[in-house]
């Protein structure tokens, strides 16, 4: 029963409406056709008798030979007339049986006597009333309850009202739910570039939106004042690191200032990167402009070669698109740097993943990351194994802008282990459903460098 249980709340309040406009119709339907049979039963009561004492009376004037002549004459809807002995069923106690007798003898003369069976066939509804003509004959009359048939349009019109209220039903519902998803997908895309939701409808609907919109404002406050600290203190330590890397200089043990000078360069990576994730955060705002995926890839594969780093590229995706360039390339940048940090034989690979949606994967062959930590990566600062972090320069937040980066753009990265060892990180981006406006002359296509 639970798997026919829709899981939307559209399917759910639409089948509990439809399963009760159906009985209610149902009920109706019954209770007209409860109707139809009372009104048939009353009106065959009250015309009977006097239809059989008026038959009755012409058979008894008509000569014996001419009798029969008039049997189809006299025959109606639910019954009709059989001269002659017929065959006898069991005697009927039932409340019609008992009605009917009562029309029939009250209509005719008090010299008839009239008895009712069940007729020949059981299988049969059919009463058999018994009487005798004057002259001795047996006239028996074969009664066939049945109700009125129904009008033709009657079903039609049930069908065709039930129908136009299971159409207004929809629209109803639709109506009434199209709000909480939206809703939904406002709180899935929140972000600090994310509109606001239109503050119209109905009453309930509007206050909502008042509601969601101002906590999406203060969310957006919160971490604009977060990364306008970490964004001030990192600008600030800049100046007592360069004054601390100015005094290692002078020191005269050779081991001691290279330890220092190595603790100061992984600070000011730290502050370096500390600016660029709150610089990042607060949203972006390089315009779209025409780019060559290809070539935009090609070059950043360039530049890693030049720098004697081994980096291959696999795939195509032929696509030229109205993105931004530099937060892609920030984006990808930050994952190769990951991979050539703990891996070997990096590689960018190029797919498209559906019809909207293409995929940039970076790839490698390290120790990978365990699953358990898959989510935690890409928190500010996070680190797998600080010892290794420290050998490496790591800051833990190179995940952490590419995963804002990505977000900030409508994408989503996901972390795969690699079939036989290694690293997989997925760049999904949509394909923008707009076509794409010429380049502008202050946004260039971006091309590879020759």
């Known amino acids: 029963m639970s798997r026919l249980w829709p899981r939307s709340l559209f399917g759910r309040l639409t089948l509990i409406l439809v399963c009760g406009l159906l009985l209610a119709h149902g009920l109706s339907f019954g209770l007209i056709l409860y109707q139809q049979a009372q009104a048939s039963k009353m009106s065959m009561l009250y015309a009977l008798g006097k239809d059989v004492a008026s038959s009755v009376a012409i058979l008894e004037r008509l000569p014996p ?48 006597s009239v008895t009712t069976t069940a007729g020949p066939d059981p299988r049969q509804k059919r009463i058999d009333i ?30 065709i009202q039930l129908v136009v209220l299971i159409l207004f039903m929809w629209w109803a519902v639709r109506l009434a739910t199209r709000p909480l998803a ?23 609907v509007a206050l909502a939106a008042v509601a969601f919109n101002a906590m999406q404002r203060r969310i957006a406050e919160f971490l604009a004042e977060r990364m306008q600290i970490l964004a001030a203190v990192s600008h600030d330590l800049r100046t007592p690191i360069t004054r601390m ?9 050779p081991l001691l200032r290279d330890k220092m000078l190595g603790d100061l360069r992984a600070m000011q990576m730290l502050v370096e990167e500390g600016i660029a994730y709150a610089r ?54 930050n994952l190769v740097d990951n991979a050539l940090k703990f891996g070997t034989e990096v590689e960018i690979e190029l797919s498209r993943e559906d019809d909207q949606h293409y995929v940039i994967a970076v790839l490698d062959r390290g120790p990978g990351i365990d699953p358990a930590e898959w989510k935690a990566v890409f928190q500010p600062f996070y680190r797998i194994d600080n010892a290794r972090s420290r050998d490496t320069g790591g800051t833990g937040l190179g995940l952490a802008i590419a995963q804002q980066l990505t977000s900030a753009l409508g994408g989503s ?38």
Request: glycine share 6%.
């Open 65 to 112: 030979s001419e009798r029969p002549a008039w049997l189809d004459k006299l025959e109606r809807r639910n019954y009709r007339f059989l001269l002659g002995p017929v065959p006898e069923g069991a005697p009927l106690r039932a409340p019609l049986v008992n009605e009917v007798m009562e029309s029939v003898q009250g209509a005719l003369d008090a010299a008839y």
């Open 130 to 159: 018994h009487l005798k003509l004057s002259d001795g004959t047996p006239l028996t009359i074969a009664l066939r309850p049945a109700p009125m048939p129904l009008a033709a349009w009657l079903v039609p019109i049930f069908l």
């Open 182 to 204: 939206q809703l939904a997908a406002a709180a899935d895309r929140m972000g600090p570039a994310a509109p606001p939701l239109p503050e119209h409808g109905p009453l309930e």
């Open 245 to 253: 890397r100015l005094r290692a200089d002078l020191l005269d043990d």
């Open 280 to 333: 990042d955060a607060k949203g972006l705002t390089e315009l779209p402009c025409r780019t060559n995926l290809d070539a935009l890839l090609a070059s950043l594969v360039y530049d890693y070669t030049d720098e004697c780093h081994e980096l291959r590229l696999r795939g195509r995706l032929e696509l030229s698109l109205n993105i931004r360039p530099h937060a892609l390339r920030r984006i990808v940048t």
């Open 413 to 450: 990265l996901s972390l795969a282990q690699r079939a036989g060892g290694g690293l997989a990180v997925r760049l999904s981006l949509p394909r923008p459903t707009t076509r794409a406006s010429p380049p502008r002359t202050d946004s260039p296509t971006v091309q590879a460098r020759p």
